[in-house]
Protein backbone atom coordinates (compact mmCIF):
# COMPACT_ATOMS: atom_id res chain seq x y z
CA UNK A 1 0.00 0.00 0.00
CA UNK A 2 1.49 3.54 -1.04
CA UNK A 3 1.30 6.27 1.09
CA UNK A 4 -0.52 9.35 -0.05
CA UNK A 5 -0.19 12.83 1.02
CA UNK A 6 -3.43 14.99 1.67
CA UNK A 7 -4.92 16.21 -1.53
CA UNK A 8 -3.90 20.16 -0.40
CA UNK A 9 -0.19 18.36 -0.91
CA UNK A 10 -0.48 16.68 -4.18
CA UNK A 11 0.66 18.31 -7.06
CA UNK A 12 1.05 22.09 -7.10
CA UNK A 13 0.53 21.79 -3.50
CA UNK A 14 3.71 19.57 -3.03
CA UNK A 15 5.70 21.83 -5.01
CA UNK A 16 4.65 24.66 -2.35
CA UNK A 17 5.34 23.21 0.30
CA UNK A 18 8.73 22.10 -0.29
CA UNK A 19 8.51 26.36 -1.58
CA UNK A 20 7.98 26.84 2.11
CA UNK A 21 10.51 24.17 3.90
CA UNK A 22 12.94 25.69 1.51
CA UNK A 23 12.35 29.65 2.92
CA UNK A 24 12.02 28.07 6.48
CA UNK A 25 15.42 26.42 6.22
CA UNK A 26 16.70 29.54 4.66
CA UNK A 27 15.04 32.05 7.63
CA UNK A 28 16.35 29.54 10.34
CA UNK A 29 19.67 29.80 8.59
CA UNK A 30 19.55 33.45 8.51
CA UNK A 31 18.42 33.89 12.33
CA UNK A 32 20.93 31.59 13.45
CA UNK A 33 23.96 33.42 11.77
CA UNK A 34 22.14 37.05 13.45
CA UNK A 35 22.27 34.90 16.91
CA UNK A 36 25.66 33.97 16.48
CA UNK A 37 27.39 37.28 15.80
CA UNK A 38 25.24 38.77 18.69
CA UNK A 39 26.89 39.09 22.09
CA UNK A 40 25.19 38.60 25.37
CA UNK A 41 26.45 39.52 28.69
CA UNK A 42 25.49 39.16 32.59
CA UNK A 43 26.82 41.11 35.72
CA UNK A 44 26.97 39.85 39.37
CA UNK A 45 27.61 40.93 42.63
CA UNK A 46 26.15 44.31 41.80
CA UNK A 47 27.99 44.99 39.14
CA UNK A 48 31.41 43.48 39.86
CA UNK A 49 31.70 40.84 37.44
CA UNK A 50 30.51 40.98 34.00
CA UNK A 51 30.91 37.52 31.35
CA UNK A 52 30.27 38.16 27.75
CA UNK A 53 29.81 35.52 24.93
CA UNK A 54 28.80 35.40 21.73
CA UNK A 55 25.60 33.27 20.39
CA UNK A 56 27.96 30.27 19.63
CA UNK A 57 28.33 30.29 23.48
CA UNK A 58 31.60 30.55 24.00
CA UNK A 59 33.04 32.96 26.72
CA UNK A 60 34.45 36.49 25.06
CA UNK A 61 35.24 38.30 27.73
CA UNK A 62 35.80 38.55 31.61
CA UNK A 63 35.66 42.04 33.78
CA UNK A 64 36.51 42.15 37.27
CA UNK A 65 36.16 45.39 39.13
CA UNK A 66 39.60 45.77 40.88
CA UNK A 67 37.91 46.38 44.30
CA UNK A 68 36.78 42.69 44.82
CA UNK A 69 40.11 41.17 44.32
CA UNK A 70 41.08 40.59 47.50
CA UNK A 71 43.12 36.76 48.24
CA UNK A 72 41.18 36.11 51.16
CA UNK A 73 37.95 36.25 48.94
CA UNK A 74 38.82 33.62 46.29
CA UNK A 75 35.75 31.61 46.74
CA UNK A 76 33.34 34.43 46.19
CA UNK A 77 35.06 35.92 43.37
CA UNK A 78 35.02 32.31 41.70
CA UNK A 79 31.47 31.81 42.26
CA UNK A 80 30.68 35.64 41.12
CA UNK A 81 32.65 34.67 37.87
CA UNK A 82 30.77 31.46 37.48
CA UNK A 83 27.09 32.61 38.06
CA UNK A 84 27.75 35.41 35.46
CA UNK A 85 28.99 33.15 32.45
CA UNK A 86 25.72 30.91 33.24
CA UNK A 87 23.87 33.76 33.05
CA UNK A 88 25.69 35.37 30.08
CA UNK A 89 25.01 31.64 28.24
CA UNK A 90 21.72 30.94 29.24
CA UNK A 91 20.87 34.41 27.26
CA UNK A 92 22.39 33.28 24.25
CA UNK A 93 20.88 30.02 24.28
CA UNK A 94 17.41 31.27 25.28
CA UNK A 95 17.90 33.93 22.06
CA UNK A 96 18.91 31.20 19.61
CA UNK A 97 15.65 29.19 21.05
CA UNK A 98 13.56 31.94 20.20
CA UNK A 99 14.82 32.65 16.96
CA UNK A 100 14.50 29.04 16.00
CA UNK A 101 11.01 29.17 17.22
CA UNK A 102 10.61 32.58 15.11
CA UNK A 103 11.86 31.17 11.83
CA UNK A 104 10.13 28.00 11.74
CA UNK A 105 6.56 30.03 12.30
CA UNK A 106 3.28 28.04 11.61
CA UNK A 107 5.80 25.15 9.77
CA UNK A 108 6.85 23.01 12.65
CA UNK A 109 3.22 22.43 13.46
CA UNK A 110 2.33 21.01 9.97
CA UNK A 111 5.50 19.21 9.63
CA UNK A 112 5.65 17.46 12.53
CA UNK A 113 2.49 16.19 11.82
CA UNK A 114 3.21 14.83 9.15
CA UNK A 115 5.66 12.98 11.29
CA UNK A 116 8.80 14.23 9.60
CA UNK A 117 12.26 13.73 11.72
CA UNK A 118 13.23 16.61 13.77
CA UNK A 119 9.95 18.76 13.47
CA UNK A 120 8.40 19.25 16.33
Not at 36 to 53: D, I, K, L, P, Q
Not at 111 to 120: A, E, F, I, K
Request: one cysteine or more; glycine letters at 14%.
Amino acid sequence: MKARLPKEYAGGGQAAMMKQLQKMQDDMAAAQQQVEESTFSASVGGGTVTAECNGKQQLTGIRIDPEVIDPEEADMLEDLVLAAVNEALSKATAAMDGAMSQAQGGMAGMLGGMGLPGMM
